[in-house]
């Protein structure tokens, strides 16, 4: 789909052919295109970006012109498929998360945000609210609102980053030039694309989501998105995607403590695949800390529920080898849904 662009997309041919000489040369796998490992293939273009390879020929903060296209186009695709309406199994899920609920998802998409906001349940994008903020950089956390807090692990397709626009801003004025001229797609556009900041309220200074803003008019936005000029902020589907986690370090700070004072754990849609392997580490200790049968629960009268695995799985050869990528499970104390996610599940939560 990328090789069909216009502008820089020969720049996406040439990258995908450096890869196969690549793998041939220092593997001594031949490959044709549509052979490739699309997550491998990304890999190798993360790595060139991270390291700087290119030198001065490096395109942007946001990933080279290869980089910056795929993340587009999973921006322009997901936000192609959303429904207009929001699908009643999700608003039925968001009718039943409570404040103070967790949930952790590597989805892109902004369905249930949307599911949240049309039913009226509050939540926030990042782990807590500050009333104040200090030089330090600690604060006094807001406990006002009562909220479901949604951990986006990769980013999200409607997540544009202000940072790049305000330091060309600062750039001219420090020139002497008017920053009123300098136009930007999202930032200082012609459109209304109904920009919310990421998080309001107070933020630590060097807290790099405090920039972010979510863009609320997508399908709009993603018709003819601006090639180049403004990438979503997301993590690609990459096998070393990790090098790029620090802008979404805060969003997993902790989590290695969670399900020790959790009384339900459900796990929707994930597989463990290969290429989130780092996602793994974090996971079995979340896993690991609820299925303790040590750990202390003193604070409640509550027993924990089984933790609850839904997926869409086949035939056994597929459940076995999805129990097999979640072998650190106590499977004697879990219960599984492979049907799909449905009203029944939704239902037994």
């Not at 216009?6 to 996406?12: C, E, I, V, W, Y």
């Not at 997993?252 to 996602?279: C, F, K, Q």
């Not at 924990?304 to 035939?315: K, N, S, Y």
Request: charged share 25%; aromatic share 12%; with cysteine.
């Amino acid at each position: 789909m990328a090789a069909d662009r216009s502008q820089r997309a020969s720049k996406f041919r040439d990258d995908l052919q450096a890869f196969i000489e690549f793998k041939q040369q220092c593997h001594g796998i031949r490959l044709q295109p549509e052979e490739v490992i699309f997550e491998e293939f990304l890999g190798f273009l993360d790595i060139e970006h991270f390291l700087g390879l290119r030198g001065s020929e490096t395109w942007s903060e946001a990933g080279n012109e290869s980089q910056v296209i795929v993340k587009t186009l999973i921006g322009q695709v997901l936000s192609e498929s959303l429904p207009r309406q929001v699908p009643t199994l999700y608003l039925e899920f968001a009718r039943k998360l409570k404040p103070r609920d967790i949930i952790l998802t590597f989805n892109y998409d902004t369905l249930l945000e949307s599911a949240c906001e049309a039913v009226g349940t509050p939540f926030r994008l990042v782990h807590e609210r500050y009333a104040h903020v200090y030089p330090s950089g600690s604060g006094t956390l807001d406990t006002s609102k009562d909220e479901v807090i949604i951990l986006k692990l990769h980013g999200s397709i409607d997540w544009f980053d202000r940072k790049p626009y305000r330091l060309r801003v600062e750039d001219a004025q420090r020139q002497g030039f008017s920053a009123v001229k300098l136009t930007d797609p999202v930032f200082n556009s012609s459109r209304n694309w109904n920009l919310a900041r990421l998080i309001d309220g107070v933020r630590p200074e060097d807290d790099p989501l405090s920039e972010i803003y979510r863009l609320g008019d997508l399908k709009e936005f993603y018709k003819h998105p601006p090639w180049f000029l403004s990438t979503p902020i997301l993590l690609s589907p990459s096998i070393s995607k990790i090098v790029y986690a620090q802008k979404f370090k805060d969003l997993w700070w902790g989590l290695g403590y969670l399900g020790t004072t959790n009384l339900r754990m459900v796990i929707i849609g994930y597989s463990l695949p290969e290429h989130d392997d780092y996602a793994l580490q974090a996971i079995f200790r979340i896993v690991k800390n609820y299925q303790d049968k040590e750990r202390d629960l003193s604070f409640t009268s509550k027993n924990p529920e089984p933790i609850t695995f839904v997926d869409r799985l086949g035939d056994d050869a597929e459940r076995e080898n999805y129990k097999r990528r979640y072998s650190f499970v106590d499977w004697n104390d879990a219960r599984t849904f492979f049907g799909g996610f449905d009203l029944q599940v939704i239902n037994s939560l």
